[in-house]
């Protein structure tokens, strides 16, 4: 579990940007992701209408899912690229106005008003902006921060849940000396350590 040689890489928002442009995304997945299945009732835990945060959403086809089950999503991403496509794949009409909280930042809205995607850096954000959320669903999101801002990125989550919020991670579990990330290993035991 020698984390060593990803400890000092970084990936730039420029980079991840530059990924959207070529097409460079393996991560994206069309099909929903069987955990989220799996796990489904983990998050909503008998709770109908709740507000569900996707931190580093890309166009991830679970706010569709989630949000034709009656809940509100909301998700931050730094390329508009991605936020357009995945109003566009879905036929979803969308609005977009500035974040006067945030210079530069835009927010697309779709016209039904149950999905919101932030287009800015997910440190931007905070909870006198966004609001606090009822569940996360945490794919590619701390698996794609850079190691080190995880202790920032931990603490900035916390502080957008509710008290008595499910948060449901994935994370990849591999042999860090052969590839340089991301998706980034997480061990266990730094999980515990960021999250409690
Ligand atoms: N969660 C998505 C995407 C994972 S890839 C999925 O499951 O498909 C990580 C995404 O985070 C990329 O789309 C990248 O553009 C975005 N990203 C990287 N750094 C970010 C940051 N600081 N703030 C917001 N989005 C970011």
């Known amino acids: ?52 945060f996707f931190p580093l959403c890309g166009k991830a086809v679970e706010m569709k899912w989630l949000a034709d089950m009656g809940h509100s999503v909301v998700g931050v991403e730094v390329s508009e690229q991605a936020v357009k496509e995945f109003f566009s794949e879905h036929s979803l009409p969308y609005c977009e106005e500035p974040v006067p909280e945030i210079s530069g930042a835009k927010m697309f809205q779709s016209t039904s008003g149950n999905i919101s ?55 990849v579990s591999y042999d860090p000396n052969k590839h340089k990330g991301p998706p980034f290993y997480v061990p266990e035991s730094e999980i515990k350590s960021l999250f409690g």
Not at 18 to 31: D, L, R, S
Not at 132 to 147: E, H, I, Q, S, Y
């Open 1 to 52: 579990s020698d984390t060593g040689s990803q400890k000092e890489r970084v990936v730039t928002e420029e980079e991840w940007l530059q990924k959207w442009e070529m097409g460079n995304i393996g991560f994206h997945k069309e099909q929903g992701h069987p955990l989220l299945r799996k796990y489904l009732d983990v998050l909503l835990n008998g709770r109908s209408g709740l507000r569900i």
């Open 117 to 171: 995607l932030y287009c800015c850096s997910i440190y931007d954000l905070s909870s006198s902006i966004v609001g606090k959320f009822d569940g996360v669903w945490d794919r590619g999101a701390l698996v794609a921060v850079n190691p080190r801002d995880r202790q920032r990125y931990a603490s900035l989550m916390i502080s957008l849940v509710e008290k008595n919020s499910s948060y449901l991670l994935v994370t």
